[in-house]
Each structure stands twice: as structure tokens, then as C-alpha cells.
């Protein structure tokens, strides 16, 4: 088993800023990519940004120019950057693992955080 452990949400006023971290641990040999997702009330999971092995970064529409993804000087680990943050960020953002297929049959393997809260107030 894989667990994520999330830190940094907070209540702030827009325009300012924040960081997230997220540590894996456990069973981990492959990691395909690791990210950050956000839900609002009422609206679906989406992608926030990932960081993809080998250090390819994709990030949403929305956050492009804002949000920073980086991998931490602690092995296994995803930060998140939040800059210049508007209401509309507003979640809760869940740190996200993707794991390679450990055999030739096996699928890659989805793990998530709890989740932190997130709230910028206007």
C-alpha cells in the first residue's frame, strides 16, 4: 500500500499566496506521476497540475502562470506553489500518485490524499 500525506491548505485573501506539500510513502518502486487534483462544492474532481517521471510538468488552463509544480528535496514528494490565488481556487485539493504496473498483467494503481482545504477569500 501507498499513503499520501498532505499539508498546507489554509485560508487566505486573494491575490496572496500558498504552498502544498505532499509525501508518499510505503510500497513504491515505479511512480508514473504525481499531482495535485481540487474539488469545489458541487463540481467534479479535476486536475490541478501533475509531474510526470522525468520531470514533464502539465498543468490545468486555469492555473497556468499561477501555480508552480515541483518535486520536494525529500524523496517521493510533490509541491504545489499557489500564486496569486483568486476565490475561484477555492477546494479541496487532493494530492494524487500514480503508480506504474508492478507486473506484466497488473495496471497502474491510483492513490489519493484526504485532501486540504483551500479556501481564498475575495
Known amino acids: 500500500q501507498v499513503q499520501l500525506v498532505e499539508s498546507g491548505g489554509g485560508l487566505v485573501q486573494s491575490g496572496r499566496s500558498l504552498r502544498l506539500s505532499c509525501a508518499a510513502s510505503?510500497?513504491?518502486?515505479?511512480?508514473?506521476?504525481m499531482g495535485w487534483y481540487r474539488q469545489a462544492p458541487g463540481q467534479q474532481r479535476e486536475l490541478v497540475a501533475t509531474l510526470r517521471s522525468g520531470g514533464f510538468p502539465v498543468y490545468a488552463d486555469s492555473v497556468k502562470g499561477r501555480f508552480t509544480i515541483s518535486g520536494g528535496n525529500a524523496k517521493n514528494t510533490v509541491l504545489l506553489q499557489m500564486d496569486s490565488l483568486k476565490p475561484e481556487d477555492t477546494a479541496v485539493y487532493y494530492c494524487?500518485?500514480?503508480?506504474?504496473?508492478?507486473?506484466?498483467?497488473?495496471?497502474?494503481?491510483?492513490?489519493w490524499g484526504q485532501g486540504t482545504q483551500v479556501t481564498v477569500s475575495s
Open positions: 510505503g510500497r513504491i518502486s515505479s511512480i508514473k506521476s
Open positions: 494524487n500518485l500514480v503508480h506504474n504496473p508492478v507486473c506484466i498483467e497488473c495496471r497502474e494503481i491510483d492513490y
